[in-house]
T-cell receptor, first 114, second 112 residues
Framework: QKEVEQDPGPLSVPEGAIVSLNCTYS??????FMWYRQYSRKGPELLMY????GNKEDGRFTAQVDKSSKYISLFIRDSQPSDSATYLC??????????????FGTGTRLTIIP | DTEVTQTPKHLVMGMTNKKSLKCEQH?????MYWYKQKAKKPPELMFV???????INESVPSRFSPECPNSSLLNLHLHALQPEDSALYLC???????????FGPGTRLLVL
């Protein structure tokens, strides 16, 4: 079993829809949770970062973490064609040593249809 | 400014060539990383530098040789690569705790 599972999609939704992207994980040592957006042939761009259960909102994006269920989500409201990209969840463990290795999901390819 | 820059953007090299990839950040981060990403796969960690010293080597073949000349620069020296080494090579940087990493745009490498 992989430490982080993410539905690879592809996922296609009409413009303006609410998008829900999800990851589950098996290792309770993960304490930091990130969502990256990656456009084709570009580097990943950090979208959201959180370390506590609950919701964190930034504009049209909301990151949700449920540590009891080992489940994280990214919601995109009023989706735009420019949101079409691959979304990667990433997680890191709490460590006193620093330089945490990120464990990535496989990525979900999202297309917003105008 | 959360920018990490990488040069070159594209690189084509033969299996006998020697080339270098360069990465630069000016965010004051003291941890820098090299990742390799194949198509439709997540990034795979190769090396981590902390305070300009190599702290993690994920069993990468010796044909990849990292170097950190100072706290802002990271190089990856390439020699005698194989066609299967063709990939997007990503540099990232972070505070020393490492959990929030900022990526550069990558160098797309093709080995012929």
């Amino acid at each position: 079993q992989k430490e982080v599972e993410q539905d690879p999609g592809p996922l296609s939704v009409p413009e303006g829809a609410i998008v829900s992207l999800n990851c589950t994980y098996s290792n309770s040592a993960f304490q930091y949770f990130m969502w990256y957006r990656q456009y084709s042939r570009k580097g990943p761009e950090l979208l959201m970062y959180t370390y506590s259960s609950g919701n964190k909102e930034d504009g049209r994006f909301t990151a949700q973490v449920d540590k009891s269920s080992k489940y994280i989500s990214l919601f995109i409201r009023d989706s735009q064609p420019s949101d079409s990209a691959t979304y990667l969840c990433a997680m890191a463990k709490l460590s006193n040593f620093g330089n945490e290795k990120l464990t990535f999901g496989t990525g979900t390819r999202l297309t917003i249809i105008p | 400014d959360t920018e990490v820059t990488q040069t070159p953007k594209h690189l084509v090299m033969g299996m006998t060539n020697k080339k270098s990839l360069k990465c630069e950040q000016h965010m004051g981060h003291r941890a820098m990383y090299w990742y390799k990403q194949k198509a439709k796969k997540p990034p795979e960690l190769m090396f981590v530098y902390s305070y300009e010293k190599l702290s993690i080597n994920e069993s990468v073949p010796s044909r990849f040789s990292p170097e950190c000349p100072n706290s802002s620069l990271l190089n990856l020296h390439l020699h005698a690569l194989q066609p299967e080494d063709s990939a997007l090579y990503l540099c990232a940087s972070s505070q020393i705790s490492g959990e929030t990493q900022y990526f550069g745009p990558g160098t797309r490498l093709l080995v012929l």
